[in-house]
């Protein structure tokens, strides 16, 4: 599987950025893709998940101005990022893997990764 994110970039806060992630390579029935994001000095965060039957997660900081979706035919994952603010600045990478189910729900184990987009959002 490969993944390559692109649409990155520097915009004012309260803009919008939409972020791509093409893949290739799907070999999983059952899977899970995720955005994820690293600012500097600071851990990965998740962002964002959808499943392959279609159900959405969001983390808390993002949710209801990020929009995950999926175009099948192009096997691309999408991230619509509106309301940007700074401390949305950061690396944001797509992830490929699958869901697995334990006692507190369905996880996603991510085993693909991509090299990441750059997002820097100015104030």
């Known amino acids: 599987v490969q993944l390559v994110e692109s649409g990155g970039g520097s915009v004012q806060s309260g803009g919008s950025l939409r972020l791509s992630c093409a893949a290739s390579g799907y070999t999983y029935r059952r899977y899970c893709m995720g955005w994820f994001r690293q600012a500097p000095g600071q851990e990965r965060e998740g962002v964002a998940h959808?499943?392959?039957?279609?159900?959405?997660g969001y983390a808390d900081s993002v949710k209801d101005r990020f929009t995950i979706s999926q175009d099948n035919a192009k096997n691309t994952l999408y991230l619509q990022m509106n309301s940007l603010k700074p401390e949305d600045t950061a690396k944001y990478y797509c992830a490929y893997g699958v869901p697995f189910t334990t006692p507190q729900g369905e996880q996603c184990a991510y085993d693909y990764w991509g090299k990441g987009t750059l997002v820097t959002i100015s104030s």
């Open positions: 959808i499943r392959s039957g279609g159900s959405t």
